[in-house]
């Protein structure tokens, strides 16, 4: 860490031929030639790694016009002009010219600037870029920075921890004696019966999980509707208590955040929003604001969140806490204050993993009361603790869309089949011509659910889609639907023109390992379509 000077700004480093020796007796057995071409110029100069191994591009989150193009982690040269023609054009248009999630320095967190953080990470992600890029692979160093309220709690029920963003969450509960570590492998990993018995007990019966890593922005001010109504797809003239699922759209109607508002009062909202994207999605508003009498807020860290899913999660909740939480009292789509335990929350009518639940948002000086107060009432109900691994398992058997992989600022909503949560009529709003064109023409793509009929193999993204014998596009996302008996997969499919029966009438097969495995296609959720069982 003392050894390069502050000044030390595209040098070099002295020579250091025993080091390098080996790899090039290694480059002469391979390229025998090397051995009588003798060395021009010994360049030894360091590389710049990032925590996640992806180069940083973009517009500055803290700063205006200030671009960064930087941290290209040794493959800067085969990133170059791509990277420059996408920095050019958004630069120009003021728009993303493709999707840059996976590089746009608005993913990165501020703690992330650390300089004592950065020497840990790096020191593992330089060793990772080519690396066998395993799925569910998780970082070792520089861990534990970022923790719910309730992680102690968790670890103490056998949590395995994951991280995103700094955030340590569970992604599976491991059993007694189990060791708590991943076993990784591009087929079923150690987990995968861990995750399958989550999974069953949200569809079955009841189980619970920390969401407390989500972003939660709040926005308020006597513009807070106009401003929203301005930002999002949906309508935000909504009475108090109402949450809005929606999007917030770029100029090409592209979505660029994936969220759900809840209206707090007459002046106040809270915008819930991934994890990973919280920084960008406020970055998002801020720069939006222009004459709007609006104050935004992260108060992420000021709540914990528990999720309480499954059929039997009413009754838990009904034990622990006098409030009503029938339909007629708290609906689909609402939010209600309750009493809790001898504490006090506020409660979300909502689901990402397709089953009767309810968001539990708690202050944190009384997360840990609440937590011990759910998991001791759901002792003689069968309560199972459930991870992150769980909810995406859940989630794709439910065809529900996850932001940065089935949907990005390439998509429009109407092609992703979100068009539902777009209100075009509802007055001037950013995308709104892009969307109102689409659906007018008609979807130039169809996002479709596929499930593996051999229920063997896995699925994870990318795999290729083909459409009666011919590759027509690729999987956004997968995972396996322990529901449904096979391995579930989204993705699009050209169909300009084309009938939504027209489409289903083909023969589908995803391409996996090099093996071509047929799949069933669907444009509804396979598991439980007209969503009975969240409305129960």
């Known amino acids: ?44 100069g360091p590389e710049s790694f990032t925590p996640d191994d992806a180069y940083h591009l973009g517009l500055a989150p803290e700063m205006e016009n200030v671009w960064v193009a ?15 023609m996408a920095l050019a054009e958004w630069m120009d248009s003021g728009e993303k010219p493709f999707d840059l999630g996976d590089v746009d320095i608005a993913r990165m967190q501020p703690f992330q600037g650390n300089r004592h953080y950065l020497f840990e990470r790096s020191k593992e992600t330089l060793g990772l870029l080519y690396a066998d890029h395993f799925p569910y692979r998780q970082k070792a160093t520089a861990r534990g920075i970022r923790r719910a309220p309730f992680h102690a709690h968790l670890l103490e029920q056998g949590a395995v921890m994951g991280e995103i963003a700094g955030w340590e969450r569970a992604n599976w509960f491991a059993d007694p004696g189990q060791e708590r570590a991943y076993e990784y492998s591009w087929k079923r990993q150690n987990w995968f019966e861990n995750s399958a018995r989550e999974h069953r007990a949200v569809r079955e019966n009841v189980g619970m999980y920390d969401m407390s890593s989500f972003g939660k922005i709040r926005i308020e001010g006597r513009d807070a509707e106009a401003f929203l109504n301005r930002m999002c797809g949906a309508e935000m003239r909504v009475p108090v208590g109402k949450i809005v699922y929606t999007q917030m759209l770029n100029t090409n109607g592209g979505i660029e955040a994936d969220v759900t508002v809840t209206r707090l009062s007459e002046t106040a909202y809270l915008m819930v929003t991934p994890a990973a994207t919280r920084l960008a999605d406020e970055t998002r508003l801020r720069r939006h604001v222009n004459d709007f009498n609006v104050v935004i807020t992260d108060v992420t860290s000021a709540e914990g969140v528990l999720a309480v899913m499954g059929p039997n999660a009413r009754r838990l909740l009904q034990k622990v806490s006098p409030n009503d939480f029938s339909n007629a009292a708290n609906p689909f789509g609402t939010a209600q204050e309750i009493e809790i335990g001898m504490g006090l929350a506020r409660v979300h009518r909502v689901t990402y993993v397709g089953e009767l639940g309810w968001e539990v948002y708690v202050s944190s000086d009384m997360a840990g009361h609440v937590f011990e107060t759910l998991h001791a009432a759901g002792q003689e109900m069968g309560l199972k603790l459930c991870g992150m691994h769980m909810m995406d398992s859940c989630r794709i058997e439910k065809g529900f869309r996850h932001f940065g992989h089935d949907i990005t600022p390439e998509d429009n909503p109407v092609d992703a089949g979100l068009g539902f949560a777009v209100k075009v009529d509802k007055g001037d709003f950013i995308g709104r011509t892009a969307v109102a064109t689409r659906k007018e023409s008609g979807p130039k793509m169809r996002m479709l659910q596929f499930r593996l009929t051999d229920p063997e193999p896995l699925l994870y993204h990318a795999e290729p889609i083909l459409r009666d014998g011919e590759v027509v596009g690729y999987l956004t ?60």
Request: glycine share 14%.
């Open 1 to 44: 860490m003392g050894g390069i000077p502050e000044s030390f700004e595209f040098d070099q480093l002295p020579e250091d031929f025993d080091h390098f020796e080996p790899i090039l007796e290694a480059a002469v057995n391979r390229l025998p030639m090397l051995a009588e071409a003798g060395i021009h110029t010994f360049f030894n």
């Open 70 to 84: 930087a941290g290209f982690n040794s493959i800067g040269i085969q990133s170059a002009g791509g990277a420059g």
């Open 477 to 536: 996302s997968g995972n396996y639907g322990h529901t449904l008996g096979g391995a579930i997969g989204l993705g699009y499919v050209p169909c300009e023109g084309e009938k939504p029966a027209e489409v289903l009438a083909s023969t589908y097969e995803i391409e996996v390992a090099g093996t071509r495995i047929r799949a069933e296609a669907s444009l509804k959720p396979m598991y439980d379509p007209t969503s009975e069982r969240v409305k129960a």
